[in-house]
């Protein structure tokens, strides 16, 4: 049995402190995705403690192939996004307060009523839905090598969140064809990527119906007001001080940040 509060403390540490971590000790490591979830939970605890504010909902990570092979995984997982973290946009931040800034666009969800665990169909889930719309999360991670660190060592590190952007709420969404909605990213207005919401699961409440079944998995629901986000739609991009970053969802809307 690993030790998650050492395990929590390293990886919350290294956040406040500002420097990252090679590797967990064989102690602190944990070896299955349960024992890491377990872990990311004293993460949310030591960051909430840092940070203030509160849990406002989940990110969806890994619902595309292209992010699973990557990081060589086979499936997705989550993390938690925090009100601290959340901007509205358009968003100017710090590049100095990210370890690295890996700029997903990403659909995400706003819910209406709340999900208690237990297994829900899609149509049940959607009809829990209030909106949709546009987000791009910034990925940080605490280590420094971490696209071969495996899965739980991720998860542990609360799904690599750094922050998230938000645009605005689409409650007229259910015209809109998410799926085959196409999406853009652009840095400093040069197209860096595209694609759709075919990219998660094949749909985003695809990945939204994936989050629902783990979270009973852990005795959890969904609350109302939550945001999900769903997870990357395009090929990433690395930002750096000076790059003016904006995502495209067509129909749901643009989404924009700007570091200094």
Same mark, same amino acid.
């Given at each position: 049995?690993?030790?998650?509060? $050492?395990?929590?403390?390293?990886?919350?540490?290294?956040?406040?402190?500002?420097?990252?971590?090679?590797? $967990?000790?064989?102690?602190?490591? =944990?070896?299955?995705?349960?024992?890491? %979830?377990?872990?990311?939970?004293?993460?949310?605890?030591?960051w909430?403690?840092?940070?203030?504010?509160?849990l406002?909902? %989940?990110?969806? *990570?890994?619902?595309?192939?292209?992010?699973?092979?990557?990081?060589?995984?086979?499936? =997705?997982? %989550?993390? !938690?996004?925090?009100? *601290?973290?959340?901007?509205?946009?358009p968003?100017?931040? &710090? #590049?100095?307060?990210?370890? +690295?800034?890996?700029? @997903?666009?990403?659909?995400?969800?706003?819910?209406?009523?709340?999900? @208690?665990?237990?297994?829900?169909?899609?149509? @049940?889930?959607?009809?829990?839905?209030?909106?949709? $719309?546009?987000?791009? @999360?910034?990925?940080?991670?605490? %280590?420094?090598?971490?696209?071969?660190?495996?899965?739980?060592?991720?998860?542990?590190?609360?799904?690599?969140?750094?922050a998230? /952007?938000?645009?605005?709420?689409?409650?007229?969404?259910?015209?809109?064809?998410?799926?085959?909605?196409?999406?853009?990213? +652009?840095?400093?207005? &040069?197209?860096?990527? &595209?694609?759709?919401?075919?990219?998660?699961l094949?749909?985003?409440? !695809? *990945?939204?119906?994936?989050l629902?079944?783990?979270?009973?998995?852990?005795?959890?629901?969904?609350?109302?007001?939550?945001?999900?986000?769903?997870?990357?739609?395009t090929?990433?991009?690395?930002?750096? *001080?000076?790059?003016? /970053?904006?995502?495209?969802?067509?129909?749901?809307?643009?989404?924009?940040? #700007?570091?200094?």
């Amino acid at each position: 049995m690993i030790s998650a509060d $050492l395990s929590a403390k390293l990886l919350a540490g290294a956040l406040i402190r500002r420097s990252q971590l090679t590797e $967990l000790p064989v102690a602190a490591r =944990p070896q299955t995705t349960e024992e890491a %979830y377990a872990v990311g939970e004293q993460v949310v605890e030591r960051w909430l403690d840092h940070y203030g504010g509160r849990l406002i909902g %989940y990110k969806i *990570a890994c619902t595309n192939p292209s992010a699973q092979q990557y990081l060589n995984l086979d499936g =997705p997982f %989550y993390g !938690n996004l925090f009100s *601290a973290l959340s901007f509205d946009s358009p968003a100017g931040l &710090k #590049a100095g307060d990210f370890f +690295m800034r890996v700029m @997903e666009a990403e659909f995400a969800f706003r819910m209406a009523r709340d999900l @208690e665990p237990g297994h829900h169909t899609r149509d @049940e889930i959607a009809d829990a839905v209030e909106g949709v $719309l546009p987000g791009i @999360e910034i990925v940080d991670s605490r %280590y420094t090598s971490w696209t071969t660190m495996g899965a739980a060592a991720l998860i542990a590190d609360n799904a690599c969140h750094g922050a998230w /952007v938000k645009g605005a709420l689409v409650k007229d969404w259910r015209g809109i064809d998410l799926a085959s909605q196409p999406v853009q990213l +652009m840095v400093n207005g &040069k197209v860096t990527g &595209k694609g759709s919401g075919a990219a998660v699961l094949g749909h985003p409440l !695809n *990945a939204l119906e994936w989050l629902v079944n783990k979270l009973a998995s852990h005795g959890r629901g969904l609350k109302a007001g939550e945001y999900i986000t769903t997870g990357v739609t395009t090929d990433t991009y690395m930002a750096h *001080a000076g790059d003016h /970053v904006r995502a495209d969802f067509g129909a749901v809307g643009e989404v924009e940040v #700007a570091f200094e």
